[in-house]
């Protein structure tokens, strides 16, 4: 899986993802990542993201809570 950064003035940020987070842990006392995906992703890239976050998730070695929300 190829990652990529983005550096440009104006990207977008997901700002409903931002606002959620903020209303459900306004002090930050839970520790929370974010990913977001390219909605043109192809299936296997998207599938193979998955793959690579439960992994991480397995090997983290406590309990975890994954929220997956798709708006198109």
Do not use: W
């Not at 959620?20 to 390219?38: E, F, Q, T």
């Amino acid at each position: 899986m190829q990652t990529a950064t983005v550096d440009y003035h104006g990207f977008p940020i997901d700002t409903g993802t931002v606002v959620a987070l903020k209303l459900l842990n306004p002090n930050n006392a839970v520790p929370a990542s974010m990913v977001s995906c390219n909605i043109y992703a192809e299936r296997d890239e998207t599938r193979a993201l998955g793959r690579a976050a439960r992994t991480a998730i397995d090997r983290y070695g406590k309990k975890t809570m994954k929220i997956i929300a798709s708006v198109r």
